[in-house]
């Protein structure tokens, strides 16, 4: 089981259960799988597809920042 099968199938059996949680800020499944999924189709239109490695760099911040 992959990390990317373990979220996938969390998200469907339990969307609204915590994935991620930092200090006060807790992000579920579904929200996790919907930016996965954002940044996998941002990719794509960039030319990276399945199997394509990529950075991304992030600021240090005190709280985990996602698009709402």
């Not at 979220?7 to 339990?14: N, Y």
């Not at 609204?16 to 996998?40: C, H, K, N, P």
């Amino acid at each position: 089981l992959t990390v990317v099968d373990f979220l996938r199938r969390s998200s469907e059996r339990v969307p609204d259960r915590t994935a991620l949680l930092f200090q006060d800020a807790r992000i579920s499944y579904a929200r996790l799988q919907g930016e996965v999924e954002r940044l996998a189709s941002a990719f794509a239109v960039l030319g990276a597809g399945s199997g394509t490695s990529v950075a991304i760099h992030l600021p240090f911040a005190s709280r985990p920042r996602v698009s709402p």
